[in-house]
């Protein structure tokens, strides 16, 4: 009887080991799920865009050509006034909320009010557009400096143009120097993970290349209107 007995707690202890067993791969299943369920569901990788001769990057590297072509497209589309400032200024704030730091919304909020009360925003019209021969593959070097691995300094070199009905009222050459932060924070509303945190330092009149004066016509001089870029 005792073989017996010996041979039934052999069976019953292996019975016990199993279910421990099977208990164990349950909690890890339940890890395992709870790992997959809480990974990202999407993945934003930064590609530069001329890949004639291949790139291989980390996936959280972002390039500098990118970090400046995110910072001219949002900047051009903040500073676009169509058809009446007071009402297209405001608007573009809330369009590109997503793409600014609460810093950078604060501070434009405060220039369209200050704008505003001057008056220079009623029936305006204005757009910036890049100087020609001074974007960034022009001298790409001094365009972005990588300050750390999520923070940079983009310099823009822009021709900004304002009109009041068919009369153009200001044309000026201007230098931003702007801070872009890497924002991962909202993707389904700012799939770059990059955001504009305004002015790395205040905005400067540049002066435009003489033209070349010919036999017969001296070189025009070039008159800068308006007053804050």
């Known amino acids: 009887m005792s073989r017996f007995k010996n041979e039934v707690k052999h069976l019953q202890a292996h ?9 164990a791969l349950f909690v890890v ?22 890949l004639r001769s291949g790139s291989t990057r980390k996936w959280w590297d972002v390039p500098p050509e990118n970090v400046y072509a995110f910072t001219f497209y949002i900047w051009q589309q903040a500073q676009r006034w169509p058809a009446n400032g007071e ?6 704030l809330k369009a590109l909320s997503a793409y600014l730091t609460p810093r950078c919304r604060s501070f434009l ?11 220079e ?16 593959g022009d001298d790409p070097t001094s365009r972005v400096q990588a300050v750390s691995a999520n923070d940079w300094i ?11 009905g068919s009369e153009q009222v200001k044309r000026a050459l201007v230098r931003y120097a702007l801070k ?21 330092s205040a905005p400067r009149r540049i002066e435009p ?14 008159h800068l209107q308006g007053g804050a870029p």
């Open 121 to 136: 925003l009623r029936q305006r019209v204005r757009g910036i557009y890049e100087i020609p021969g001074r974007g960034y």
């Open 154 to 164: 983009v310099t823009l070199e822009v021709s900004a143009d304002e009109y009041l």
């Open 180 to 200: 872009v932060v890497r924002m991962d924070v909202d993707p389904e509303h700012n799939p770059f993970g990059l955001a504009l945190d305004c002015y790395a």
């Open 87 to 92: 009402e297209d200024y405001p608007r573009n």
């Open 209 to 222: 290349a003489p033209a070349p004066a010919s036999a017969s016509q001296p070189a025009a001089a070039t």
């Open 15 to 23: 019975v016990k080991s199993l279910r421990l067993g099977a208990a």
């Open 29 to 50: 299943a339940l890890l395992l799920g709870f790992g997959w369920w809480s990974s990202p569901k999407s993945l934003t990788i930064h590609v530069p865009p001329d």
């Open 109 to 119: 909020q405060q220039d369209y009010e200050l704008r505003r009360n001057n008056g």
